[in-house]
């Protein structure tokens, strides 16, 4: 299977080399929830890392499922929701795989899609499909980080760029509602940015849940 493995992303948080996380909460989020855009819900946060969203997000009162691949990564978020006495489920889990028991209003998707490997990025987008109910919607952070290999074809990541021309094809028109542009372009403190994207499914011909 190509891209990182879990033996990967375990050791990143071991050795504290994530330099992704932006060590609080995605100001996005913080907009969407204080603006009245995204009010409490049952809501499913994939590739939680370290869990700031996650923590913010059950303190304002949502029912939150996050899942990430690295046990590192979900013993520090079940410690993190610990020490605040606040509750939320807590999976180690491939999002490649995973089989959502029930459906969600929404899915925050901030960090994972760019750490797939492209190969994978189709598959997963139908999941996010498949995990949302008919009228949830998909918050999701389009990662912004071209590569000098790019010009020559090269796959470089993680993480992965997320050409927005790319996550057309990713998430078509016939399975999502896309806005009109432009999207708001939101700067990361590693010096990359991510177009923030509000997706709605489209329902017909949905595959059901197993």
């Not at 990662?143 to 094809?169: F, N, V």
Request: aromatic share 10%; charged share 20%; net charge neutral.
């Amino acid at each position: 299977m190509a891209g990182p493995t879990v033996d990967f992303w375990n050791e990143r948080f071991r050795s504290h080399s994530t330099g992704w996380d932006r060590g609080g909460v995605h100001p996005q989020l913080l907009h969407c929830v204080t603006s009245g855009g995204l009010q409490p819900c049952r809501i499913l946060v994939p590739g939680c890392g370290a869990g700031h969203e996650v923590e913010y997000l059950a303190a304002a009162g949502f029912e939150v499922t996050a899942l990430d691949y690295s046990e590192q990564a979900v013993a520090l978020v079940e410690q993190r929701l610990q020490q605040r006495g606040l509750k939320a489920t807590v999976l180690q889990a491939d999002v490649r795989q995973w089989q959502a028991p029930t459906r969600f209003d929404a899915i925050w998707e901030q960090t994972c899609l760019c750490a797939l490997y492209p190969d994978d990025w189709v598959g997963y987008a139908q999941q996010l499909h498949r995990w949302l109910q008919p009228q949830g919607r998909l918050f999701v952070q389009f990662m912004q980080a071209a590569k000098p290999g790019a010009e020559s074809g090269k796959i470089e990541g993680p993480p992965y760029h997320c050409d927005i021309l790319a996550m057309r094809a990713v998430f078509p028109a016939t399975q999502w509602e896309w806005p009109k542009p432009p999207y708001p372009r939101v700067p990361h403190p590693g010096g990359s940015a991510e177009l923030a994207v509000v997706l709605r499914p489209i329902q017909y011909g949905r595959e059901p849940l197993r």
